[in-house]
């Protein structure tokens, strides 16, 4: 590289820093200038909320209505159980749901477990996926199609899809 090209490579780079410099400070004056955030009373955050549909409630009043939901959650879990009992008396009287399982190649565990769950097979799908995963059934999974039905457990089902392996 000789002296001329050198300064010539000089030039460009001085040239090149001023119209940056300059360009950026018309387009910093063209900017406008920002506002510090304005606070709202308390009055007038009230009114706009209200008037969004909102309903605006003190701390005292937040906790009367927090005890009164406690209260009403203890109150129901009694009546809960006695229609978890007559439903009990209800599943032994219903008749056993039948349903053919077809499952393809490429299913996961999870996609057979949310195809039971759906058809009211089994009660969690999460459950019935980590049953086959830690029994090791997961691996042994076959394609095909299966009959199934609502009384069986995880463990019967298990053998069904895996044909006893």
């Keep these: 590289m000789n ?3 050198a300064q010539a490579f000089a030039l460009g780079l001085l040239f090149s820093a001023v119209l940056l410099w300059a360009g950026s400070s018309v387009i910093a004056e063209k900017e406008p200038k920002k506002e ?15 008037g969004k549909g909102f ?7 937040f906790s009367e209505l927090n005890e009164k939901a406690e209260a009403a959650v203890k109150e129901e879990k009694p009546k809960e159980e006695a229609p978890a009992e007559k ?8 008749e056993e749901k039948k349903f053919t399982l077809v499952i393809a190649g490429g299913m996961s565990p999870g996609d057979v477990a949310i195809m039971l769950k759906s058809q009211g097979i ?5 459950k019935f996926e980590r049953f086959l995963i830690d ?3 997961h ?3 076959q394609i095909g199609q299966y009959e199934l039905t609502t009384g069986l ?8 899809i895996t044909k006893n392996r």
């Design 3 to 5: 002296k001329r090209t």
């Design 36 to 50: 510090a955030p304005q606070e709202i009373a308390v009055s007038d955050a009230k009114k706009v909320l209200e």
């Design 55 to 61: 309903q605006v409630l003190n701390s005292t009043e």
């Design 87 to 94: 439903a009990e008396e209800k599943e032994e009287v219903k």
């Design 122 to 126: 089994i009660d969690d799908n999460k």
């Design 135 to 137: 029994k090791g059934y």
């Design 139 to 141: 691996t042994k999974v």
């Design 153 to 160: 457990d995880y463990h019967q089902i298990a053998k069904i």
